[in-house]
């Protein structure tokens, strides 16, 4: 069965003692074998060779007829998993276990399923007296009770070997009596190796006595007995042991549950990390789901925009030139194109503007508007009192979408008589979303504030008279000037102005209260008008002495250049084809329709034939986001560190739980755990606690946004409903991932450091 050939151990303990000094023995498939001896004899580092607790450093120990001198950790751990059950003095039970897990651990490390377990170590308890004390923890027990809880373990896995010793040491004689009953009787069908002091007992019970001295076999009363033959080779037919994941989770928890308060302490400090980072992704997360919310608007309120004589942005960019010189030289750059080589200029013809126009019946339902800026000066008379006042260019006026359908999209009309305006005389005039008209608005049109009460006050009047420039620019030798104040008053009641009459109040919709293309406290026209005013401008006097003449016909002054005199021509309205445009897109979707439709014209054209544009939209929502990820990297970046901190703290509390768990170590090796049972086994309870700081952090965080959105929204002066604190539900369960991964990455050392503890030092341990 068993048999050691000239076995030697020496311990380095700064000299060297040997313990075992070329021991030559064999035993038997069954029988109660004692071993006798002083301290220090070698009778305790025997019974530690025989169970693969220590390692011979020469010699062999023969098991079944084979060799175990090529036996690796994983073979040695099969081996006392499989062939040895260990009974100790100190009984060495896990103290946070009960008696039926204590017991149930041994069978845990060989595959069996948990109902098998259960059944096993039941019925193992009940054999050694214990039935009725399965879920006792073993400080409830006597010194007797743990003891047969200890051989219930040492058997439940059916071994063929057991180990014992000095299972009496700590005993009282009666109890004594009782163990030693047990461990013959079992010796009737197995092999058991005791180590004791007490010789009255070892002559009562054992069927062979073995008496060692200085690390050698001084007396054997059966030596013949003992003898089996042998073979080289590597013994085989042990099951590999493995403690499964949930099996490391169960001791792990089970450990932590009785430090509650130290676990609950470190997995908040775990969790104030978490809760960091959480409020910074709920934050930045609110922001992205308000921006994405109101992205149409915003969208929509920032113009894809073309301009004749603008400059593309990136030729200001100059690869070619350094950048943020050293240097005192400088240089001077035309924006406007003289001497700028990169510059590129927007060709803008009429069928150009026949392409931009198509756009409205192929991807219609993607623009909101589409504004035409000809840069012309508008010219309008109001009456104030008695006088007629010349208002031209006081008043900004903007161009109201023409699809009543959009028009109903963007705004809403104030006062029961409110309309749409579809006629080139009909106008409307703006309100904020307090229902307020700038003063100065009203001042321009000679309306006084305390006449208007409601916007009623307002629908019905005719505010203003609009001329052409022949009814308005008179020449006066070789410059033409606007008429007088008393031509004014002439003109005005003449009946060739045409009138513009209010025929609604608008206020811009929530979601486009902040778009650029809204009537902002003044008035608004419809395309009608723009084109009444361009036809009459294009024929008229002034328009064509301008063309044909290289002074500006308003001041004598000649030109600088043609594009000084192109600005001059197009102010009198005698451009018929626009300067600017401003396509103003109905959602973010609408504005990558869009660009792409304005991309397709530039398709298989030269450089110069391109027309290039500025999508202003795209670069506010890069903008916002590269600003939102960049504050949320440097918010982040600052919680870490207390995650950092947290991890140091877990190392060290895993650091400790491995020392005070090193007996524990010692109890798992002793029945076969190996090394990376004992790693997975702290690895488990990193993950616990950096699952309940995750928890911790996602529920804090929670209950904090619960608190915090409504401070917030006062604050910012937001409206009831709106979240400036979001935790996106995927964001939590990554950050309790991140957590738990943190805390396995910190406490992998100390891992570590447990499972390469030899089991012979770790039971030492106390």
Request: aromatic share 6%; charged share 25%.
């Amino acid at each position: 069965m068993l048999e050691l050939k000239n076995v030697k151990k020496v311990y380095h303990v700064g000299e060297d003692i040997t313990a075992l000094n070329g021991v030559s023995i064999g035993f038997g498939q069954s029988g109660l074998v004692s071993i006798l001896g002083p301290s220090g004899c070698g009778k305790t580092t025997l019974l530690n060779v025989i169970g693969g607790l220590d390692e011979y450093d020469s010699g062999d120990v023969i098991v079944k007829g084979k060799s175990t001198k090529a036996f690796k950790s994983a073979d040695w751990d099969a081996y006392r998993n499989n062939c040895i059950g260990f009974v100790f003095q100190g009984y060495n039970l896990i103290s946070h276990q009960t008696v039926l897990k204590n017991v149930e651990v041994a069978l845990t490390l060989s595959g069996i399923s948990k109902s098998q377990r259960t059944s096993r170590a039941k019925k193992a308890l009940e054999d050694v007296g214990l039935g009725a004390h399965l879920n006792k923890k073993p400080s409830q027990l006597s010194g007797g009770q743990m003891q047969r809880v200890a051989i219930a373990r040492a058997l439940v896995n059916n071994p063929e070997i057991i180990l014992a010793d000095e299972p009496t040491g700590a005993l009282d004689s009666k109890t004594s009596v009782q163990i030693m009953d047990i461990l013959k009787e079992i010796s009737k069908e197995k092999l058991v190796i005791m180590v004791t002091h007490n010789k009255d007992l070892a002559q009562q019970y054992s069927s062979r006595i073995i008496n060692m001295l200085d690390g050698e076999i001084h007396s054997d009363s059966e030596p013949d007995s003992s003898q089996s033959s042998s073979s080289e080779g590597i013994i085989s037919g042990f099951k590999k042991t493995s403690m499964s994941i949930i099996t490391a989770i169960g001791l792990s928890f089970s450990n932590l549950m009785t430090k509650k308060g130290r676990t609950f302490l470190t997995s908040l400090a775990g969790g104030i990390g978490i809760i960091g980072i959480a409020l910074v992704l709920a934050l930045s997360n609110a922001v992205t789901l308000n921006v994405k919310k109101r992205e149409d608007a915003m969208v929509a309120g920032s113009s894809i925009s073309i301009s004749e004589t603008g400059t593309s942005y990136n030729a200001f960019n100059n690869t070619a030139l350094e950048k943020y010189p050293t240097t005192d030289a400088i240089s001077v750059y035309d924006p406007t194109g003289a001497g700028n080589e990169n510059a590129h200029f927007n060709n803008i013809t009429a069928e150009y503007i026949a392409y931009i126009e198509k756009m409205k019946s192929e991807i219609g339902d993607s623009i909101n508007s589409i504004e035409y800026d000809r840069k012309v000066k508008t010219i309008a008379f109001i009456k104030h009192g008695d006088s007629v006042v010349d208002i031209t260019g006081k008043l900004r006026d903007y161009n109201l979408p023409s699809d009543p359908d959009k028009f109903s999209k963007m705004y809403s009309l104030i006062g029961q008589n409110s309309k749409i305006p579809t006629a080139k005389n009909e106008i409307v005039i703006s309100v904020d979303k307090y229902n307020r008209i700038d003063k100065s608005v009203l001042d321009i049109l000679g309306i006084n504030k305390d006449d208007v009460k409601s916007a009623n006050d307002l629908i019905g009047k005719t505010i203003m008279k609009v001329a052409n420039n022949d009814d308005y620019y008179v020449k006066k030798d070789d410059i033409f000037e606007p008429i007088d104040g008393q031509q004014r008053q002439k003109l005005y009641n003449s009946g060739k102005m045409l009138e513009l009459k209010v025929v609604g109040v608008v206020r811009a919709k929530k979601d486009f209260e902040n778009a650029g293309n809204v009537v902002r406290s003044g008035i608004a026209h419809t395309d009608q008008l723009s084109d009444y005013l361009i036809e009459n401008s294009l024929k008229s006097k002034i328009v064509l002495a301008q063309k044909s003449s290289d002074f500006n016909v308003l001041t004598n002054v000649k030109f600088k250049n043609e594009a000084e005199k192109e600005q001059a021509i197009r102010e009198l309205g005698g451009r018929e084809l626009p300067s600017e445009m401003s396509i103003y897109p109905a959602s973010a979707k609408g504005s990558k329709e869009i660009v792409s439709y304005l991309n397709a014209y530039n398709e298989g054209k030269n450089e110069k034939d391109k027309i290039i544009f500025e999508d202003f939209g795209s670069q506010r929502m890069a903008v916002i986001q590269q600003t939102t990820s960049m504050v949320t990297g440097v918010l982040i970046s600052f919680s870490a560190i207390s995650l950092i901190v947290s991890s140091i703290m877990i190392a060290i509390l895993t650091y400790v739980s491995v020392m005070e768990r090193t007996k524990e170590i010692g109890i798992l090796r002793s029945i076969g755990a190996r090394k990376r049972d004992v790693s997975r086994l702290f690895n488990a309870e990193t993950s616990i606690i950096g699952f309940i700081s995750g928890v911790i952090g996602i529920v804090s965080t929670l209950l904090l946004t619960v608190v915090l959105n409504p401070v917030m929204v006062s604050m910012m002066s937001g409206e009831s409903g709106d979240s400036y604190m979001v935790l996106d539900p995927v964001h939590a369960v990554l950050l309790i991932i991140l957590s738990v991964v943190i805390t396995v990455i910190a406490g992998f050392i100390p891992a570590k450091m447990a499972s390469r503890k030899k089991p012979v030092e770790a039971l030492r341990t106390e």
